[in-house]
């Protein structure tokens, strides 16, 4: 028996975080505007990011974000974090990943 699988990914990480101008960012600023979803440059909702396909590779999916106030771009990643079975008899059987 096949059962369906849904895959579920952490929050993202962002690669590139570099403000051209000074050569360096408040990590605190761009951590505080990640978990917000909004552009680590310049602080733009998630409304003005513009998401490129997603692209999985092993346990990690990532695309390109493009800032349309700012015009810079970086690079969400999920991690693989759980499997659940939703047609697994019973309750939805889930499988964590600690790695």
């Known amino acids: 028996m096949i059962f369906p699988v849904m895959m579920c990914y952490s929050l993202p990480s962002i690669h590139s975080y570099v403000d051209l101008?000074?050569?360096t960012m408040d990590n605190t600023l761009v951590k505080e505007r990640v978990k917000h979803?909004?552009?680590p440059y310049?602080?733009?909702e998630r409304k003005e990011l513009l998401c490129?396909?997603?692209e999985i590779d092993g346990k990690e999916a990532y695309h390109v974000?493009?800032?349309t106030l700012c015009e810079k771009h970086f690079t969400?990643?999920?991690s693989f974090c759980r499997v659940i079975l939703t047609d697994?008899?019973?309750e939805d059987?889930?499988?964590d990943f600690d790695d």
């Open 21 to 23: 101008h000074s050569g």
């Open 37 to 39: 979803q909004k552009c």
């Open 42 to 44: 310049c602080g733009a």
């Open 52 to 54: 490129g396909n997603a």
């Open 65 to 67: 974000v493009d800032c």
């Open 76 to 78: 969400e990643v999920y």
């Open 88 to 90: 697994h008899p019973g």
């Open 93 to 95: 059987f889930r499988i």
